[in-house]
Every structure is written in C-alpha cells, then in structure tokens.
C-alpha cells in the first residue's frame, strides 16, 4: 500500500468547545484577524455569521456549529450545516436577515470587503479570513478557535491537519505523474501555481497543467487541447462529462477518449481541516489505471490570469 493510499483521514469533530461563559466570567477581547486587522470580540458568541466554507467546516468539525445563525450559499455543502439558514451569496447579503438573526460574530473571506463593509455598518465584529492555500488551514482553524473560544480544540485540530500535511508534502510528485484539469465555477476556469488546485492536485501525486501561470486561470480551448490533461475533474453539480465533451475541440482530449473525466465532490474544494479526505479522493481518481495511454502532453502556453 502507497502512503497517499493510507492516507489518515482526521476525525469529523473534535470534542465539542465549550462557550467561554460556561468556564468562567466571560471577558471581551481583541484579537489579529488574517489581515492583521485588530477586531474586538464579544466575550462569548452565540449567533455567528459564517459567510467562509473554511470557516463553517471549523465551526462543525469544532463541535459548534450550533452557534451558527446563518451561512453563506457556498456553505450549504458542509455536512452539519445544510439546515443552517443561507443570509447569503458571495459579497451580496440581506441586512434584515442579518438584524433579525442578532448575528453577534461575522467570519467574511479576506477580499470581501462589500460584505464586511456592510457588516461593520451594523456594528458587528468581522473577522476577515485568508484560506487560500493548504498551508493556511491550520492557522485558520486556530484563529476560529480563538474567536469563539475554542482554543484547546483548536489546537488539537490544527495540529492533525499541520502533520498530516507534513507527511503528504514529504513525497512531491514524480516527473511522471499524472496531469490533471480540475475545472471550478466555468469554462476553462481552474487555479495555477500558488493556489490551493494546484495543491491538492500535487499532494494527490499529480500535476496541474496550468501550473505554468499563478493564482486564478482561465484557459483557453486551445490551451487545454495543448496540454492534453490525463485526467479532467469536474465538479458535481455545476456540469457533467457529457456536457464537456461537447464543448467544440473537447472530444480529442485523451482524457475524454479514455473516459478519465471525472465528477468531484465540492467538498473537496473546502480549504479545511478534511483537506486529507479531498486528497484522497483525488489520488483515487488520478492513480486509476488508464484504459489507454494518453498521446504525450505538449508544453501548456502561458494562460491568461483573472483577477477575482
């Protein structure tokens, strides 16, 4: 058995935290967000606003998603939050819902500033969170432990996934791997270098074949029939192998022909403590035997990067 193939699958949740007021006088605190941004806490959060999956994941995975009033769309998928009521999409929030839910704590991603805008107009504390790699996961589990007073659970859990990381991360992939397309929220939309794609493909022991540019890409069809992927991931729920193939060019992708094109939970996306869980499916996929073997990749011209 392969170490990716044995992976070590870290638990759900951990022992539920408890709120501070249950382990003493509560006080009020100010803590650093991932921005460095100074937020002053409420001594003891109760009703929290989570428009982050990174950050919902934590709060189920820390056993207090109960004090989760309201989530983002995107949150949805989280198993422990579907019955949690959506205030939001994206940036675009209801500010009724916001009041009526007495929301007291709001976790926003790092570059929503509409929302937080929004959020601090009400006079709610915003914790802004950075999540965007595999490295950043257990400094985000950390910093949602601090703000709800989870500390010790916290560090346990970030912990797990810092070794488990470590250990994936110890073997890199060979020159010989398996290319992969992971496609997200569009057509020919996926992540380059230095993004949390292209790590999961690496510590799934393949290589992403829009590596050669950073951050969030967008290939052309070209492009992707250049470098002709061993392996295409598409995400359930957003377009399926049939619909792909039908794309203009798509057909004489390797991938496609060999049928390698596969659905992918978009839960393995979440940047989260069940990172090993994404990884593993992900070796799953790239490490099946082929049906047949792929014509040999040309070198990927460099695409065009987006902005988000």
Not at 1 to 21: N, Y
Not at 119 to 141: K, S
Not at 192 to 208: F, P, Q, W
Not at 292 to 307: K, Y
Request: hydrophobic letters at 45%; a positive charge.
């Amino acid at each position: 058995m392969t170490r990716r193939a044995a992976i070590l699958l870290l638990p759900a949740a951990v022992p539920a935290c408890l709120p501070r007021a249950t382990r003493g006088q509560p006080t009020a605190r100010t803590i650093a967000d991932s921005t460095g941004r100074p937020v002053a806490l409420p001594a003891c959060p109760q009703h929290v606003l989570s428009l982050s999956t990174a950050v919902t994941d934590t709060l189920v995975r820390l056993g207090a998603g109960g004090r989760l009033a309201g989530i983002d769309e995107f949150s949805r998928i989280i198993p422990g939050a579907a019955a949690v009521p959506v205030l939001g999409k994206g940036s675009t929030l209801s500010r009724e819902q916001v009041i009526a839910r007495a929301i007291d704590l709001a976790f926003v991603w790092w570059y929503q500033d509409a929302a937080a805008a929004m959020l601090e107009g009400c006079g709610l504390p915003v914790v802004r969170v950075r999540c965007a790699r595999a490295a950043e996961i257990p400094a985000t589990v950390r910093l949602v432990g601090r703000c709800l007073g989870c500390d010790h659970a916290a560090n346990r859990l970030a912990a797990g996934v810092h070794d488990e990381l470590a250990r994936l991360a110890a073997t890199p992939p060979p020159p010989d791997a398996p290319t992969a397309y992971l496609e997200l929220y569009g057509p020919f939309r996926t992540g380059g270098r230095d993004s949390y794609v292209n790590d999961l493909i690496e510590l799934a022991g393949g290589r992403n074949v829009a590596a050669t540019a950073p951050g969030a890409v967008l290939l052309s069809a070209e492009q992707l029939l250049a470098a002709n992927p061993d392996h295409v991931l598409l995400l359930d729920g957003i377009t399926d192998a049939a619909a792909f193939a039908s794309r203009p060019g798509m057909h004489r992708l390797a991938a496609v022909r060999s049928g390698r094109v596969h659905a992918l939970d978009r839960g393995a996306l979440v940047a989260g403590a069940g990172i090993a869980a994404g990884v593993a499916r992900l070796h799953s996929l790239l490490v099946r035997p082929a049906a047949a073997a792929p014509p040999a990749a040309t070198p990927l011209p460099p695409p065009t990067t987006t902005n988000h």
